[in-house]
């Protein structure tokens, strides 16, 4: 919830928003499958992050903090560092883009909005036009009932881009 600069009753109210957002009479594109992807993304963010780099395994040109260190201590805060791949940006990006990867998915796929020239073209345009609209919808959440101007990741770009490129993809 610090990463995003919220509290428990506001991500009970983004939650509930979005779970209304999806259309849950869907056999599949609904909000039970999206919280299914947020639940195995959690698993696979504590799986990378439980990973730990060696020191030998680490190019010469990676940033010193990650290299053989004196003592004792440093080699044990070194070995923490190096178990931690996802900030707590990218881990917000993760997580939220598997909640929001397909919200507001109506049950058609791209190629049947092309067919019966749904207005999300003239929207989106013909290329990932769900994927679009799913991000459109997406970030509107976030912005209404998530993430406030007070917070840090409102304007962090490589959040956003994450956020965006993920959304996409799918």
């Keep these: 919830f610090k990463t995003l600069g919220t509290n428990v009753q506001q991500m009970e109210q983004f939650l509930c928003n979005v779970r209304n957002c999806y259309h849950n009479d869907l056999p599949y594109h609904n909000y039970e499958h999206a919280v299914d992807t947020v639940q195995m993304m959690y698993i ?18 990676d940033d010193d903090r990650l290299h053989n260190s004196d003592n ?19 881990v917000a990006a993760l ?22 020239k749904s207005p999300l073209i003239y929207a989106y345009g013909d290329t990932s036009i769900l994927e679009h609209h799913h991000l459109s919808i997406a970030v509107r959440l976030l912005q209404d009932y998530l993430i406030f101007d007070r917070s840090e990741i409102n304007s962090n770009d490589d959040f956003w881009s994450l956020l965006t490129d993920l959304v996409i993809s799918t």
């Excluded at 696979?44 to 040109?61: K, P, Y």
Aim: with cysteine; glycine share 4%; net charge negative.
């Design 44 to 61: 696979l963010i504590i799986c990378v992050n439980s990973l730990t780099i060696r020191d030998d395994e680490i190019d010469e040109s």
């Design 72 to 90: 004792e201590d440093d080699s044990k805060q070194n070995e923490e560092e190096n178990s931690v791949f996802f900030d707590d940006y990218q």
């Design 95 to 116: 997580m939220l883009s598997s909640l929001l990867h397909d919200v507001g998915h109506d049950g058609f796929d791209s190629e049947f909005l092309k067919l019966t």
